[in-house]
């Protein structure tokens, strides 16, 4: 078997460490036909869809691939821009954003990078470039707060996929959650207060999770609590009572029961029961996409105003804000503890190079 980027190494090459940050993906464009590319991947990994697999293979280009890419290309067509979808933006912000602070701190000893677990820029590209800069140290960081089976689970599989084609493999770190980060609440926190004190409070917080089937919860994902505790942490530093928010899970698929509540069915339910003003914010979300500016925004915004709602507020995602900045680069340096990186002058690394070349390695 030929390793996948072995002629790449080279002896005397000095150390460094990788941050990669991920998050799920994006089309490459709001086509039909980027949408099938995309949906192909994301829906065919059994940590997304745990039915059996000739099943499912059956129903996915049978039906969901003829019929949801045309749905999903409109939806994505009212978020895009010319620099590409949200997600894409967002993320690549947050990763110079990343980058530029660590390297005030480490020089270029850190080599920062991001990718998608579906679609681009992949992950397979990002650990190319890893390798190339000589990595040999790298931390792991899926943007996902609340842990689930089908986003840091997948996420990992995807990484350990890779490197069972690679000769080299670096010292490995994976941050799988970090649902109760401090800073991370205090970042989510201080930023809502910001919107209030420039848009106005309304009556209600509703705060607002991707959801997951429901049997994921039964068989021991820890999703669901993971998203009560941030939303009891966050409401205890905002100090609301427990009257004044509620938790609920959006962006459902299929006809199989999901996590409860539903956002859609409390906004409408909310606003006949009287609830005239609503903000929402979603705390699992890292940055916007489509699920918080389309769906949220739009859809939701009106299922709201239509059930006789009076005023609603979406609170955008952290993206890269400095504070949120801040809170993810104190979790990495917190993941990077006890990590320390050679310090070779660039004469230590050529004496390497000569004795590695002396006894027979290809110079």
């Known amino acids: ?68 890419p045309p749905r999903s290309a409109k939806a994505y067509q009212k978020v895009w821009t010319q620099e590409g979808s949200p997600l894409l933006i967002h993320t690549r912000n947050q990763c110079s954003a990343i980058q530029a602070t660590l390297s005030k701190r480490y020089g270029d000893k850190v080599v920062v990078q991001f990718a998608m677990r579906y679609g681009n ?58 649902p109760d980060f401090p800073p991370y609440i205090e970042a989510m926190a201080t930023h809502i207060e910001q919107h209030w004190q420039q848009q106005g409070r309304h009556q209600k917080l509703i705060l607002s999770y991707h959801g997951i089937p429901q049997k994921y919860l039964h068989r021991g994902d820890p999703y669901y609590c993971e998203c009560h505790q941030t939303s009891r942490l966050l409401a205890d530093r905002l100090g609301l009572a427990e009257d004044q928010y509620q938790t609920t899970f959006q962006s459902r698929f299929g006809r199989e029961a999901w996590l409860q509540p539903y956002t859609d069915e409390t906004l409408k339910q909310l606003a006949t029961n009287g609830t005239q003003s609503v903000d929402v914010f979603c705390p699992g979300f890292s940055a916007d996409c489509l699920e918080t500016i389309e769906e949220i925004d739009e859809e939701n915004r009106g299922f709201f105003l239509g059930a006789g709602g009076k005023a609603f507020s979406y609170i955008p995602a952290l993206n890269s804000s400095p504070a949120h900045i801040d809170a993810l680069v104190q979790l990495i340096e917190r993941n990077l503890q006890g990590w320390e990186l050679s310090t070779d002058a660039p004469e230590a690394s050529q004496q390497s190079r000569l004795r590695a070349t002396a006894l027979g390695a290809p110079r």
């Open 121 to 178: 820029p992949s992950i397979a590209s990002a650990l190319d470039t890893f390798q190339e800069q000589g990595v040999r140290q790298l931390l792991i960081l899926p943007l996902y707060p609340q842990y689930s089976a089908s986003t840091s689970a997948s996420t990992f599989d995807a990484i350990a996929a890779d490197y069972t084609r690679r000769r080299w493999l670096p010292d490995i770190r994976f941050v799988s959650h970090y």
């Open 1 to 68: 078997m030929q390793y996948k980027g072995a002629e790449q190494f080279a002896h005397g090459q000095p150390d460094k460490f990788g941050v990669l940050i991920t998050n799920l993906g994006t089309p490459d464009a709001p086509t039909t036909s980027a949408l099938r590319r995309y949906l192909s991947e994301f829906l065919a990994d059994p940590r997304v869809v745990e039915v059996p697999r000739l099943l499912w293979w059956l129903v996915l280009h049978g039906v969901i691939l003829r019929i949801r």
